[in-house]
């Protein structure tokens, strides 16, 4: 109970720094807000001073800000995000539609991580200095120091353009999954590796490890009866600092490769000046960093009841 009343009061400090902190940015961007949410509604082509005139009558742009903000906080103590500036929809719905995209394609990519990276860490950890051992090193280091645009436009010009086997962007097939998420994926392994890799060398050097086989199971026997459990203790809690990572990725990720979600649409967002969908938006992600962070600590405390001590 105490535990869930602190991710409460987490929640409740996430949404008030964030509310503060995005309302405050929007302000200071330099440029005319009026004239981008119009330029949003009806397109750069289209948008004259007129319109941005009309714009800012209508929503009232360039009045009081503290009195704005105690409106969205007021807003959001009603679980009412308001409306996008730029479409008129709730941003509630807008953001429902692209969170789909995006926790999907985040999803894919958290799997394809966990399939290439600890496997290898594991087999390497089991031969600390082997060949193995010294190639994963290597690998993950270079990986992990490519940036994820870097990663997307190699392997959008090496699988897409050059060898034709993938689209280079689109959304609403399975192919379409691929790149983007292997782009998050490979960053993500690299690092999983090594924390298995660790955690492996560690584990193999204890000595329940060598009673273990000195009872006469062998090598594979103690790692799936013993090994595993104490692996994914470490690879579990660093999942909830890879969400940071993700969500940094996916923005990125998703402008890159077209993919209709929530990260795409912020970038429209700032551009376009909506308050309340920057707003909305930056707010779920600070709460699913909240939420997968305590989904985490019960899967680590159900694992392994030590740390619940």
């Known amino acids: 109970m105490t535990a869930l009343a602190a991710r409460l009061v987490q929640a409740a400090l996430v949404a008030v720094l964030i509310g503060i902190a995005t309302f405050v940015m929007m302000r200071s961007l330099p440029g005319d807000a009026a004239w981008r949410i119009a330029a949003g509604r009806y397109g750069y082509d289209n948008v004259d001073a007129a319109a941005a005139d009309a714009v800012r009558a209508e929503l009232g742009l360039g009045g009081p800000v503290l009195p704005a903000l105690l409106q969205w906080f007021g807003d959001l103590s009603r679980l009412d995000f308001g409306n996008s500036l730029v479409t008129g929809q709730p941003v509630m719905e807008e953001i429902a539609h692209q969170l789909g995209a995006s926790v999907s394609l985040a999803l894919v990519a958290v799997v394809l991580s966990l399939l290439i990276g600890p496997p290898l860490g594991i087999m390497a950890g089991l031969r600390p200095g082997g060949v193995l051992d010294r190639a994963l090193l290597v690998v993950s280091t270079g990986l992990k120091a490519v940036p994820q645009f870097l990663m997307a436009l190699v392997l959008i010009v090496v699988i897409a353009v050059q060898?034709?086997?993938?689209?280079?962007?689109?959304?609403?097939?399975?192919?379409?999954?691929?790149?983007?998420?292997?782009?998050?994926?490979?960053?993500?392994?690299?690092?999983?590796?090594?924390?298995?890799?660790?955690?492996?060398?560690?584990?193999?050097g204890m000595p329940f490890w060598h009673f273990a086989q000195w009872k006469g199971l062998s090598e594979r026997q103690v790692l799936f009866r013993h090994g595993l459990r104490n692996i994914s203790v470490p690879l579990l809690t660093y999942l909830g600092l890879q969400f940071v990572t993700l969500v940094e990725g996916v923005i990125i990720v998703e402008s890159i490769f077209g993919w209709p979600g929530i990260g795409h649409a912020l970038v429209h967002a700032i551009f376009s000046r909506d308050v309340p969908m920057v707003q909305g938006t930056a707010l779920v992600l600070g709460l699913g960093f909240v939420l997968v962070n305590a989904a985490i600590d019960l899967a680590v405390r159900r694992i392994d009841p030590r740390q619940a001590t």
């Open 163 to 204: 060898l034709r086997w993938l689209p280079a962007a689109g959304h609403g097939e399975t192919r379409h999954f691929v790149l983007p998420a292997l782009t998050l994926a490979l960053g993500l392994a690299a690092v999983n590796a090594r924390i298995a890799r660790d955690a492996m060398a560690r584990i193999v």
